[in-house]
């Protein structure tokens, strides 16, 4: 079983930055494709940002130019740096990686909280 964990949500004002992390832990061959995608209330959840394996790297329009993803292979970790934030930026973020174990399969962490206050 792979478990993956979230780390870094909080409380921030606008123009503020926040650091997530998401380690997956378990048995793991390889990961695939990380990705970061947020949820706001009423809303769908959205695709934030993804990156390969190979570190090519993709955002969402709306954040691009203030969110940068990177993972660490050798942790197998996937960081979102988030500067610049705004109000619209508030929801619940989510990883999710194709990880490569006994099958290969998506994982979802559980969540972490990003609020922006005006």
């Known amino acids: 079983q792979v478990q993956l964990v979230e780390s870094g949500g909080g409380l921030v004002q606008a123009g503020g930055s926040l650091r997530l992390s998401c380690a997956a832990s378990?048995?793991?061959?390889?990961?695939?494709?990380m990705g970061w995608y947020r949820q706001a209330p009423g809303k769908q959840r959205e695709l934030v940002a993804t990156?390969?394996?190979?570190?090519?790297?993709d955002y969402a329009d709306s954040v691009k130019g203030r969110f940068t993803i990177s993972r660490d292979n050798a942790k197998n970790t996937v960081y979102l740096q988030m500067n610049s934030l705004k109000p619209e930026d508030t929801a619940v973020y989510y990883c999710n990686c194709n990880v490569v174990g006994r099958v290969v399969r998506n994982y979802w962490g559980q969540g972490t909280q990003v609020t922006v206050s005006s």
């Open positions: 990156i390969t394996a190979g570190g090519n790297t």
């Open positions: 378990g048995t793991i061959f390889s990961i695939n494709a």
